[in-house]
């Protein structure tokens, strides 16, 4: 499969689909000058427990405060 065809499966764009080539979440080879996605590998993305977004920082208690038992 070719990057635009993994970013319409996927409901994202090319420069995502790169992004997670490059990040090496995604395995693909370089062809000419498109990347290519096995079917195998792409199903197998598909199947990761992905969130959307960035990841949340939860505010956390200083070391020194914690509350008396």
Same mark, same amino acid.
């Not at 409901?11 to 689909?17: E, Y």
């Not at 498109?34 to 990841?55: A, N, Y």
């Given at each position: 499969?070719?990057?635009?065809?993994?970013?319409?499966?996927?409901?994202?764009? %090319?420069? =995502?689909?790169?992004?997670? =080539?490059?990040?090496? /979440?995604?395995?693909?080879? %370089?062809? @000419?000058? $498109?990347?290519? =996605? /096995? /079917?195998? $590998?792409?199903?197998?993305?598909?199947?990761? $427990?992905? %969130?959307? @977004?960035?990841? /949340? %920082?939860?505010?956390?208690?200083?070391?020194? $405060?914690?509350?008396?038992?």
């Amino acid at each position: 499969m070719r990057t635009e065809e993994v970013a319409v499966a996927l409901g994202v764009s %090319k420069t =995502i689909v790169w992004r997670q =080539i490059t990040a090496g /979440r995604l395995p693909a080879e %370089k062809f @000419g000058r $498109d990347w290519l =996605i /096995r /079917r195998s $590998d792409f199903e197998q993305f598909q199947r990761l $427990d992905r %969130k959307r @977004g960035r990841p /949340r %920082k939860t505010a956390q208690p200083p070391a020194g $405060d914690a509350p008396a038992p």
